[in-house]
């Protein structure tokens, strides 16, 4: 596609429930980055992937946080039992190139 | 461990005067910085870059300029324009080839008329 796209663009969840968020790159692109940010704060990275390589997960904030990505394709980053720290706004990017990042529009998640 | 630093949350500039935007690290090991711009419910844009063998770059109004001994970045731009005002965050990268950008908390712009 023309973009990277994220969906849902918005999701409301009870504290406790399991949430799947999705991250479509940009074609051909072979890196792919997953950040947050929570209010007030900056963007706070969580995980990479790269081509085939392991990803590198040592942004992910606990064992209920995980995400996959098939090839060069589609990322879900699944998050279990949510809690209320985990609202914030999940923006996922992409990369063809050293450093050149094109970012989604992001997924707001609110856990209530 | 906060390792790129923004220290004031919010700057606002009257159209036409000069916006400069600073930006604090700790690791001696980045070697690449960015700037990015972000509007509401948009995500993060590529703004500018600067690689830590220069101390300037510069792109129309936006120039960024790099004190590796003061291990400090700053953003300038002139003249500011009300479609100036957005939420600008500084990233920086290690000598690694990783690509993993780490930043700042962002400083929202506002640009009067």
Redesign the interface.
């Known amino acids: 596609g023309a973009g990277?796209s994220q969906s849902p663009s918005n999701k409301v969840t009870e504290k406790g429930k399991d949430v799947e968020l999705r991250c479509d790159p940009i074609s051909g692109h072979t890196?792919l980055?997953w950040?947050r940010q929570r209010l007030?704060?900056?963007?706070?990275?969580l995980i990479?992937f790269?081509g085939n390589s392991a990803p590198?997960k040592s942004g992910l904030p606990s064992d209920r946080f995980s995400a996959e990505r098939t090839g060069e394709s589609v990322s879900t980053l699944t998050i279990q039992r949510t809690q209320q720290e985990d609202s914030a706004v999940y923006?996922c990017?992409s990369?063809g190139a050293?450093?050149?990042?094109?970012?989604?529009?992001?997924t707001r998640l609110t856990v209530v | 461990d906060q390792q790129v630093k923004q220290n004031s949350p919010s700057l606002s500039v009257q159209e036409g005067r000069i916006s400069i935007l600073n930006c604090d690290y700790t690791n001696s090991m980045f070697d690449y910085f960015l700037w990015y711009k972000k509007y509401p419910a948009e995500g993060p844009t590529f703004l500018i870059s600067i690689s830590s063998i220069k101390d300037k770059n510069e792109d129309g109004r936006f120039t960024v300029f790099l004190n590796k001994s003061a291990k400090h970045l700053s953003l300038h731009i002139v003249p500011s324009q009300p479609g100036d005002s957005a939420v600008y965050f500084c990233a920086a990268s290690g000598s690694s080839n990783t690509g993993k950008l780490i930043f700042g908390q962002g400083t929202t712009l506002q640009v009067k008329p």
């Open positions: 990277v890196a980055y950040y007030g704060q900056g963007l706070e990275f990479y790269q590198d923006l990017a990369s050293f450093f050149g990042y094109t970012f989604g529009s992001g």
